[in-house]
């Protein structure tokens, strides 16, 4: 059936009616015809204004989420960036300075152990002497054994005081330089904030293709490595300490 | 066993290679190179006498398995002790390891006795 023998059959009586009133001079009929074919259109009309406007809105929408999404490409991600390196450089100075203080104070604590050493022989080779001779000369022999330890003692209390200090100021800048968690920490969660928003966004433009998106898998390489294991997101059968590491490769052979 | 062993330490954190380093010194073992990747590594392996390999495996450039696969292949680097110290713990890349041949697997975060646990057990039994 073709569509004008569609509209022939829809508005064909009404149309006759409208004509029969019309040479009749009925005026009421006349209406009531015009108003049946109104009424016949009405829900047609009012179903595309609502297709006009869903439409309007849904491309209102999606030029706010895609205007939204373009500053968060164009400015936001690479700030991000910016911010993430800024954590890299932080945490390398931080750890850098810590190794360097760890480094410093070692030879002072192995000085001081080793000049104690010193002291503690030469103490003992004062105790292993003979038994001293009664009388003033036994007195004078004991203490002329004993200048070896004294000036011992004289050579380790100075420094032994001042490395130890030395050690104690460098342990104060390695608590110091721990100040990074703080900021790469609030850096991160800032971050993390905008991954979040970013997720939101890109959800809610997938809703509004009508969720046909194609789940496209990251293709990662065993070559290459997969990073450090992050708890609740790595898969897999991971080892999470040493001991599983050595059982696994003890079962091997190895 | 002798502490002159030339060590090769390749990581591309400047921090852990200090930080291995430093432990290897106060292991005794004071002859240590470094260098960031693979792909910096393996031409030093093959002009410098090295003893012992200890390297990463998520690094640019060339991973450390990758690394590994290139020592092996070589004659004159194919016997060297090689340790991978490494976040990597997934149970198949262990056995990729493993078959690529080396002679111990460290993951980080590691103890300054796991590694030298591994270091002695590997140079008392390594090459013979």
């Known amino acids: ?23 009749r001079d009925d005026e009421a009929a006349f209406f009531t015809a015009v108003d049946h074919i109104v009424h016949m259109r009405e829900p047609k009309m009012l179903g595309e204004i609502r297709k006009l406007t869903g439409d309007l809105q849904k491309a209102l929408e999606r030029f706010s989420i895609e205007s939204r999404l373009a500053d968060i490409a164009e400015r936001e991600i690479p700030n991000a960036r910016a911010r993430l390196t ?3 450089n932080m945490t390398d100075e931080a750890a850098h300075r810590t190794l360097d203080l760890v480094e410093r104070s070692g030879p002072l604590a192995e000085r001081t152990a080793r000049e104690a050493n010193v002291l503690l022989e030469s103490l003992e080779a004062f105790r292993a002497r003979p ?38 100021r460098n342990l104060a800048d390695v608590l110091l330089a721990q100040g990074y968690q703080d900021l790469t920490g609030q850096i991160i969660r800032s971050v993390i904030k905008l991954v979040e928003e970013l997720e939101r966004t890109l959800g809610d433009l997938t809703a509004l293709s009508g969720g046909a998106v194609e789940h496209a898998t990251l293709g990662e390489s065993n070559s290459s490595g997969f990073g450090p294991v992050v708890p609740g997101v790595t898969q897999g059968e991971v080892a999470s300490a040493q001991t599983d590491v050595d059982a696994l490769l003890s079962g091997l052979g190895m | 066993m002798s502490k002159d062993l030339k060590f090769l330490v390749v990581d591309d954190f400047s921090t852990m290679r200090r930080i291995i380093k430093n432990l290897l010194h106060d292991l005794g073992y004071s002859n240590v190179t470094e260098a960031d990747d693979g792909k910096t590594a393996l031409p030093m392996l093959q002009a410098g006498n090295f003893d012992f390999l200890i390297t990463d495996w998520n690094m640019p450039g060339m991973p450390g398995l990758d690394l590994i696969k290139a020592v092996r292949a070589d004659a004159r680097l194919a016997k060297m002790p090689v340790l991978m110290l490494t976040a990597e713990a997934k149970r198949e890349q262990i056995i990729e390891a493993a078959q690529a041949g080396v002679n111990g697997y460290v993951i980080k975060p590691f103890t300054a006795e796991t590694l030298k646990e591994k270091l002695d057990k590997i140079l008392g039994t390594a090459g013979k």
């Open chain 1, 86 to 88: 800024h954590v890299i």
């Open chain 1, 131 to 168: 038994a001293p001779t009664a009388g003033f000369e036994g007195v004078a022999r004991s203490v002329e054994a004993f200048l070896p330890v004294v000036r011992s003692l004289e050579a380790f209390l100075p420094s032994a005081r001042s490395d130890c200090e030395q050690i104690r």
């Open chain 1, 1 to 23: 059936m073709s569509n004008f023998s569609i509209l022939q059959r829809e508005y064909g009586a009404c149309l006759e009616s409208m004509t029969e009133a019309f040479q």
